[in-house]
């Protein structure tokens, strides 16, 4: 049996990404532990029973002093005697296998998640993250995608060889108890739309997510006003907050004036962080997940889930996420006319809305099952600790499946 650390950069990560694979790896008698820096989602990991270890992570990922992560991570590793280390994201992933090497060489996993090398990040950060990853790339034994671009592009940058590159096209699974259209209270959801004010006949166009600039939400609000300088009267619902780990303080206060300034405040509603996400979905006829940059667009999938269409940027995994024209449509990233244009489209035509959403549930129904994707991984494992077999102690026999 295998004793396994996840390291994410917050709890919210190992929630979403992370939880489901755990879980089958307990049920399977493996030891599971995780390392996280603070932040939301304690909740859920608290709930979840898995032993778990603070690390002093400052405010801003890639502060100097985050460097003392190292040296905590390889304590925690020496103490815990791994026999596999997985991480996930690239700061915290950097970190990871720099303590694990220092700590003795553990067997590393790194899932990429929110690559650096898609196009919409600042080539700045791009060069710092190839520089840092051809440099520190021999650390790690597996490295997991999202999706197959990144897989690609990993290999053609030498920043890993093929055979030590898998992708995981489908590595976001939902809950499909949770997701569920048929779930949801209906006496809830209609006292939470006459409490926010969302009359029937009015389209709702929703974003879920957080309030940063990377995430679009300058521009989606950009979008709505187009769309409403076309005449389509529609309402526009942010749900999500400002984490206080994010380095973008400042775009959400900078949209809250632009509506403002709009005249918009009875039609642009921010309801905040909300737990009930499935609900939160069913107030809205289309859901925009407009990022600049994203390892997999995993708003799209959900909002699917719940039988809702999506626009979605052309970010990394988008094609997986979206059925182009059946199920929603992809945009290309920082274009609000064509982010409108893509919204009107779904908003103003009841029948295709509908038509999308139906797809995309069954879109999710057939490659998004929560349970199918943990299939997957438990597969990649599998496969990789039977090549490498005899090393490091570890033997296909220790992986009782």
Do not use: W
Not at 171 to 188: H, K, Q, S
Not at 243 to 264: H, I, N, S, Y
Not at 287 to 293: A, K, N
Not at 299 to 314: D, L, R, Y
């Amino acid at each position: 049996m295998l004793k396994i650390l996840y390291v994410t950069r917050v709890p919210t990560t190992a929630v979403h990404f992370v939880l489901p694979l755990a879980k089958r790896m307990r049920e399977h008698g493996h030891t599971v532990e995780f390392a996280f820096g603070p932040g939301a989602g304690l909740t859920e990991m608290d709930a979840s029973g898995f032993p778990y270890t603070m690390l002093s992570m400052e405010k801003m990922s890639r502060s100097p002093a985050n460097f003392r992560v190292i040296r905590q991570l390889s304590e925690i590793m020496r103490k815990g005697q791994y026999d596999v280390i997985h991480t996930y994201s690239p700061v915290i992933g950097l970190y990871g296998r720099l303590a694990a090497n220092k700590a003795g060489r553990p067997l590393v996993i790194h899932s990429v998640i929110g690559s650096l090398l898609a196009s919409g990040v600042p080539y700045s950060h791009r060069l710092l993250f190839v520089a840092s990853e051809l440099a520190t790339s021999h650390m790690v034994d597996l490295f997991i995608t999202l999706n197959d671009a990144d897989a690609m592009a990993m290999v053609k940058y030498r920043l890993a060889s093929a055979e030590k590159v898998v992708s995981l096209k489908y590595e976001y699974g939902v809950n499909l108890n949770d997701f569920n259209p048929e779930a949801v209270d209906r006496r809830e959801l209609e006292e939470v739309r006459t409490k926010l004010g969302l009359k029937k006949g009015t389209p709702v166009i929703g974003f879920v997510g957080r309030m940063i600039a990377d995430k679009g939400i300058l521009d989606l609000f950009e979008a709505y006003r187009i769309i409403r300088a076309n005449g389509v009267k529609a309402k526009l619902l942010y749900v999500g907050d400002v984490l206080t780990t994010d380095k973008d303080q400042q775009t959400f206060e900078k949209l809250r004036e632009l509506v403002r300034k709009a005249g918009f405040e009875d039609d642009v509603i921010f309801r905040g962080a909300q737990d009930n996400v499935p609900l939160n979905i069913s107030l809205m006829d289309v859901v925009v997940h407009p990022s600049h940059h994203e390892g997999f667009p995993r708003i799209p999938v959900e909002a699917g889930a719940m039988g809702k269409p999506s626009v979605c940027t052309a970010v990394s995994g988008a094609e997986v996420a979206v059925e182009q024209g059946k199920t929603g449509f992809i945009v290309p990233i920082k274009d609000p006319e064509r982010l409108a244009a893509a919204i009107m489209k779904v908003i103003t035509d009841f029948a295709l809305a509908l038509s999308m959403g139906e797809k995309a549930r069954q879109r999710v129904l057939e490659f998004f099952d929560e349970n199918k994707i943990v299939d997957s991984q438990m597969d990649i494992y599998e496969k990789f600790f039977m090549k490498r077999k005899g090393v490091a102690g570890l033997s296909l026999s220790s992986f009782t499946m």
